[in-house]
Structure formats: structure tokens, C-alpha cells
């Protein structure tokens, strides 16, 4: 009876032993593992001259009035208010 339980309380400390080792970080494992790409700069947001929702001042599309989210609310937009003569 006493040799089970010492042969258990061996094959639990190997178990136990593996399973620390494994999940140790080794030092090669840093060095190799790639590294996320730094985040992207925030960007700078205007808001629709039309329906005033925000997006990125590099994707509006600059018109008589302000900037626009897309042609329709830039044309939408100039209909309503024509050039002052």
C-alpha cells in the first residue's frame, strides 16, 4: 500500500514538474516572438457640413461650405445654399 502511494507521490512531482518547465518563458522565446506593430497615430476628424456625422479629415471631400462624407451630401448641400453673387 505504501509503495503506491510513494510511486503516485513521484509520478505526481514528474507531472508537476514538466508542466512548471513548459510553462516558463525561455529567453530565446522573447527574442523570437514577433512584436505587435505600434498603433496608428490618432487622426485628426471634421464633421459633415450636411448631416454633421465625424470622419477622419483625410477621407471628407472639401467643398463650397465645409467638408463632406460623401459627393451626394456635398451636392445635397450646395443645391441648398447657392454661391452668393
Not at 10 to 38: I, N, Q, T
Not at 48 to 77: E, I, K, N, W
Request: proline letters at 13%.
Amino acid at each position: 500500500m505504501i509503495k503506491y502511494l510513494f510511486l503516485l507521490l513521484v509520478l505526481a512531482l514528474v507531472f508537476y514538474g514538466l508542466g512548471a518547465k513548459r510553462s516558463r518563458p525561455r529567453d530565446g522565446d522573447e527574442a523570437a516572438r514577433p512584436k505587435a506593430p505600434p498603433p496608428a497615430p490618432p487622426q485628426s476628424m471634421v464633421a459633415c457640413a450636411q448631416c454633421g456625422v465625424h470622419l477622419p479629415a483625410q477621407d471628407a471631400l472639401p467643398g463650397r461650405g465645409g467638408q463632406f462624407c460623401s459627393a451626394g451630401h456635398r451636392a445635397a448641400f450646395e443645391a441648398r445654399h447657392p454661391p452668393a453673387e
